[in-house]
C-alpha cells in the first residue's frame, strides 16, 4: 500500500471525560506517517489540562486555541495548520482500533475516491443506562451508532485528500450540528465507505449530557433551518407526541428507562427551539 501523511483533527470544547481515552487509541495506531492536531474550542474544564500532560507521551500531538465558534470552524483551524496530505476529522468521544487509519484511508491511497467514512461505528459505552436509551432512539440497537442498511455512501467526510478540503475552502464555518456535511455540499460529491474501519463513539451517558447534546442537535438545519421545519419540530417535540412515541418504544424496546429519556430529551430539544437560537451563538 502507497504512504501518505496524514493530520488527525479534533475539535474539543469541554472533553475532560473522553479526550484521554480518544488520544490514547490514537497514539496506538498502526499507522505511522501521522499528526495528531487538537484545536481547543474555548474549553472551559480541565481538557486543555489533560491533552497538556500527553504531550510529553505523545511527539506528534499539537494543540491549537480559539475562542468558542463551534466544531466546524475548529476543524478548518486544524487544517489550516496541518502538515498531512490526507485529513482525518474525528471527535474527542471517539476511540478506534489500531487499524483504523489504515483502514480508512486505503481506498484514498488506492486512488479509488477522494473521501471515506466507515459504518463501523459501534456505542463506547453501551453499559451506561442512557446511553442505551441514546442508542435506541438513534439506531434501535444498543450496539452500533450506524444502521446496518445506511448506504455506502455518506454526507459526513471522515477523511479526505487536503487538495479537495481546500478546493471548497473547508467547512462552512456557522457553528451548527450539521457543519460536517457542508463539505458534502460544497464538493457536490458524498464520502465512499472505507470497509473495515473500526472505531467507537460515547454517547452521553448522563442526564446532564443529555440535555446538552439534545439542544445542539436542535440547531441540526434538519430540524430549525427553516420557517416550516422549525413549526414541525415545535408540534412533534412537543409534549402530547413525545409522551405517545415515548411509551410506543417503551413497549418496543422493553426499556422502562426509555420514556423518561424520551421525554428528556423531546423537552430539551423543543425548550431550545422555543428560546430560538437566531440571537445567539449556536455553537456547541
Avoid at 504512504?3 to 496506538?28: D, G, M, Q
Avoid at 450540528?177 to 472505507?194: F, H, I, N, Q
Wanted: overall charge positive; proline content about 4%.
Amino acid at each position: 500500500m502507497k504512504s501518505a501523511k496524514v493530520s488527525v483533527i479534533i475539535p474539543v470544547y469541554n472533553e475532560e471525560r473522553v479526550i484521554v481515552n480518544c488520544l490514547k487509541s490514537l497514539a496506538k495506531q498502526i499507522y505511522k506517517p501521522l499528526e495528531i492536531i487538537i484545536v481547543d474550542d474555548g474549553s472551559v474544564d480541565n481538557a486543555i489540562k489533560k491533552i497538556s500532560n500527553l504531550k510529553s507521551q505523545i511527539s506528534n500531538l499539537k494543540l491549537y486555541k480559539q475562542n468558542h465558534l463551534g466544531p466546524g470552524p475548529a476543524r478548518n483551524l486544524g487544517a489550516k495548520y496541518s502538515k498531512g496530505e490526507i485529513l482525518v476529522f474525528v471527535d474527542a468521544d471517539m476511540m478506534f482500533d489500531k487499524d483504523f487509519i489504515k483502514d480508512l484511508i486505503k481506498p484514498i491511497l488506492n486512488n479509488e475516491t477522494f473521501g471515506t467514512f466507515s459504518k463501523n461505528e459501534f456505542n463506547a459505552n453501551k453499559d451506561n443506562v442512557w446511553s442505551r436509551c441514546w442508542n435506541l432512539n438513534r439506531t434501535k440497537t444498543v450496539e452500533k451508532l450506524i444502521p446496518e442498511n445506511f448506504p455506502d455512501t455518506s454526507p459526513v467526510f471522515r477523511a479526505i485528500s487536503k487538495r479537495e478540503f481546500q478546493k471548497v475552502g473547508g467547512f462552512t464555518s456557522k457553528g451548527e450540528y450539521t457543519d460536517d456535511w457542508s463539505l458534502s455540499e460544497k464538493l457536490g460529491k458524498k464520502a465512499s465507505l472505507a470497509p473495515g474501519a473500526v472505531y467507537y463513539h460515547s454517547n452521553p451517558s448522563s442526564l446532564d449530557e443529555i440535555w446538552k447534546q439534545a439542544r445542539w442537535f436542535s440547531t441540526n438545519k434538519f430540524i430549525s433551518g427553516n420557517f416550516v421545519r422549525f413549526v414541525k419540530s415545535l408540534i412533534f417535540y412537543s409534549f402530547p407526541i413525545s409522551l405517545l412515541v415515548g411509551i410506543y418504544k417503551t413497549i418496543v424496546f422493553k426499556n422502562l428507562r426509555f420514556l423518561f429519556f424520551r421525554l428528556w430529551f423531546d423537552f430539551a430539544v423543543w425548550a431550545a427551539l422555543f428560546k430560538s437560537f437566531s440571537s445567539k451563538n449556536k455553537a456547541k
